[in-house]
């Protein structure tokens, strides 16, 4: 089996968002954690509208690592897509922005 379909399948079988985040936690290095959070952040802010230009400022980011998220965004059938439109709630976008 393909390793990160057996990693998919594992956590979405697993019911408690709390058991998720702890092994993702015991499986990510500190800097690993670090990279996926950013392209996250990357992912929802570009669908909460914002420019690649303004996330590179207040991410710190260059555009070339910002276009690769709005390249997926962009996808035909985009999975990312479809999560942040379901993930529209005013708590959820605003997460990161305060």
């Known amino acids: 089996m393909d390793r990160i379909a057996d ?4 956590i979405a079988e697993m019911q ?3 058991a998720v985040e ?3 936690r015991e499986l990510l290095t500190g800097g690993e ?6 392209r996250w952040d990357i992912v929802r802010l570009l669908s909460g509208g914002k420019s690649q230009r303004t996330i590179a400022h207040e991410l710190g980011v260059s ?4 276009t690769r998220g709005a390249r997926e965004l962009k996808k035909k059938g985009s999975v990312l897509k ?3 439109e379901s993930k529209s709630s005013p708590s959820y976008t605003s997460q990161k922005e305060e």
């Open 7 to 10: 990693i998919a399948r594992v």
């Open 16 to 18: 408690d968002p709390m």
């Open 22 to 24: 702890h092994i993702l």
């Open 33 to 38: 954690a670090e990279k996926l959070s950013l």
């Open 63 to 66: 555009l070339c690592k910002i």
């Open 82 to 84: 479809k999560v942040f």
